[in-house]
């Protein structure tokens, strides 16, 4: 069973900063395989990227995806006050499987 | 626009059973794969099972294989996720999801599931 490994556990920023998270597998995977989601307080998860690179439907153009293998980024290029949130990863894995990061929050320095 | 709406959560004794349900509307639900997944509070999120459209193939995560059953009535338009001999571990807000080939792409707002005497 793959495992994610998302860091860091919370990051501290003010608006207009860049965001790097990072959400790392125990094995190689397909980046088709590879999804991020934004979840605020009370809300359900929202995906934001699939494939590892590609936004869903209707996410601004300041978050992007990247990554390859076993090592995968999502980049908000500049944090806007509603992009303040728990961020999660998510693979695909064969069996079938999904399985999710433990998330990485993203906190108003 | 896709509305998933969960029903069937509550407080309930541990070993006792629970079937929730998620009413779909908005797309062709036969059409797609379904999922549930959830969170326990303050925690992260865990994939529980997922059914194929037609409903003929589950899966389920491997910790949890044998007390849950996920299956589908597309004539409904509603998924349902039957609990059996709950834990207290088992406390959580339950989601259904919509499945987009290898993620989730539609959402509904969860059902909590308290298990407690």
């Known amino acids: 069973e793959i495992v994610v490994t998302q860091s860091p556990g919370t990051l501290s920023l003010s608006p207009g900063e860049r965001a790097t998270l990072s959400c790392r597998a125990s094995?190689?995977?397909?980046?088709?395989?590879l999804a991020w989601y934004q979840q605020k307080p009370g809300q359900a998860p929202r995906l934001l990227i699939y494939?590892?690179?590609n936004r869903a439907t209707g996410i601004p153009d300041r978050f992007s995806g990247s990554g390859s293998g076993t090592d995968f980024t999502l980049t908000i290029s500049r944090l806007e006050p509603e992009d303040f949130a728990v961020y999660y990863c998510q693979q695909y894995g064969r069996s079938p499987s999904w399985t999710f990061g433990q998330g990485t929050k993203v906190e108003i320095k | 626009q896709v509305q998933l709406v969960e029903s069937g959560g509550g407080v309930v004794q541990p070993g006792r059973s629970l079937r929730l349900s998620c009413a779909a509307s908005g797309f062709i639900f036969g059409d797609y794969g379904m999922t549930w997944v959830r969170q326990a509070p303050g925690k992260g999120l865990e994939w529980v099972a997922l059914i194929s459209s037609d409903g003929r193939n589950t899966y389920y995560a491997d910790s949890l294989k044998g007390r849950f059953t996920i299956s589908r009535d597309n004539s409904k338009n509603t998924l349902y996720l039957q609990v059996n001999s709950l834990r207290a571990e088992d406390t959580a807000l339950y989601y259904c999801?919509?499945?987009?080939?290898?993620?989730?792409?539609?959402w509904g707002q969860g059902t909590l599931v308290t298990v407690s005497s």
């Open positions: 494939g590892a690179s």
């Open positions: 999801a919509k499945r987009s080939l290898w993620n989730f792409d539609s």
């Open positions: 094995q190689s995977l397909s980046s088709s395989y």
